[in-house]
């Protein structure tokens, strides 16, 4: 029995989509931008902080890092909500992708660090340089440009993995796609219309951020300039 493909559905349901699609990039950005910071802060912690401050640290990875993100999500929206605590939907799911995605982003970013020759932190030192200059002018610029390739695929995960976020009622990508389906009963079409769109919003988000490592890290310009 033959499949008759039929995508008439799109003229009348592409606002759906299009909202969506603007919605998925809006939580990706914000999580984008927080979960960097926050990582940052982790990675440092971890490296750095009091012997207290890793064991709490190094708990809380462990824990964001073994348990799904949608059960994180779930916590958030339905578990507070039972002890009367109100988070809204949208506010629920960046806060479950920002935690996280700053567990991974920590690990990444503590990898960095600790790949920085101790030689350059010593000589530093020696200049009279305090320790947050030689973590701020040297250790964090170049871990972070030796660990951008690995931030940019987790950010991309993190960009796909919204779609989990449909499950708490945020109206983004693929909950417009469970909406149209269950109006239309076109599953098969709509979900490739959506995998399009996923595969279009990961080219986007990969190229700007190639963008802006371009941009901000000068030793790349430089080698790109040589070859």
Same mark, same amino acid.
Request: glycine residues 6%.
């Given at each position: 029995?033959?499949?008759?493909?039929?995508?008439?559905?799109?003229?009348?349901?592409?606002?759906?989509?299009?909202?969506?699609?603007?919605?998925?990039?809006?939580?990706?950005?914000? *999580?984008?931008? #927080?979960? $960097?910071? +926050? %990582?940052?802060? @982790?990675? !440092?912690? =971890?490296?750095?902080? *009091?012997?207290? #401050?890793? $064991?709490? +640290? %190094?708990?809380? @990875?462990? !824990?964001? =890092?073994?348990?799904?993100?949608?059960?994180?999500? $779930?916590?958030?929206?339905?578990?507070?909500?039972?002890?009367?605590?109100?988070?809204?939907?949208?506010?629920?799911?960046?806060?479950?992708?920002?935690?996280?995605?700053?567990?991974?982003?920590?690990?990444?970013?503590?990898?960095?660090?600790?790949?920085?020759?101790?030689?350059?932190?010593?000589?530093?030192?020696?200049?009279?340089?305090?320790?947050?200059?030689?973590?701020?002018?040297?250790?964090?610029?170049?871990?972070?440009?030796?660990?951008?390739?690995?931030?940019?695929?987790?950010?991309?995960?993190?960009?796909?993995?919204?779609?989990?976020?449909?499950?708490?009622?945020?109206?983004?990508?693929?909950?417009?796609?469970?909406?149209?389906?269950?109006?239309?009963?076109?599953?098969?079409?709509?979900?490739?219309?959506?995998?399009?769109?996923?595969?279009?919003?990961?080219?986007?988000?990969?190229?700007?951020?190639?963008?802006?490592?371009?941009?901000?890290?000068?030793?790349?310009?430089?080698?790109?300039?040589?070859?």
């Amino acid at each position: 029995m033959g499949y008759e493909f039929d995508f008439s559905f799109l003229s009348s349901y592409w606002p759906e989509l299009v909202h969506g699609a603007l919605l998925t990039l809006r939580m990706s950005i914000s *999580t984008i931008v #927080l979960g $960097f910071f +926050v %990582g940052i802060m @982790i990675a !440092v912690s =971890r490296v750095y902080g *009091t012997p207290l #401050l890793k $064991f709490i +640290v %190094g708990f809380y @990875i462990d !824990v964001i =890092r073994n348990t799904p993100l949608v059960i994180q999500a $779930f916590w958030l929206f339905f578990g507070l909500a039972s002890l009367q605590i109100r988070v809204p939907a949208l506010t629920a799911a960046i806060i479950a992708l920002v935690i996280n995605v700053s567990a991974y982003t920590s690990e990444i970013i503590r990898a960095g660090i600790e790949s920085i020759p101790k030689g350059q932190v010593e000589a530093a030192s020696c200049l009279g340089m305090s320790r947050w200059k030689v973590l701020r002018l040297i250790i964090l610029p170049q871990a972070i440009e030796r660990m951008y390739p690995a931030l940019i695929s987790q950010f991309v995960l993190m960009m796909l993995a919204t779609s989990i976020m449909s499950q708490i009622s945020v109206e983004e990508l693929t909950a417009a796609g469970y909406g149209i389906q269950s109006t239309t009963f076109r599953g098969f079409e709509i979900y490739i219309v959506i995998a399009v769109i996923y595969l279009v919003m990961s080219w986007l988000l990969r190229t700007c951020m190639e963008g802006i490592a371009n941009m901000s890290f000068t030793r790349r310009r430089k080698l790109k300039t040589t070859l």
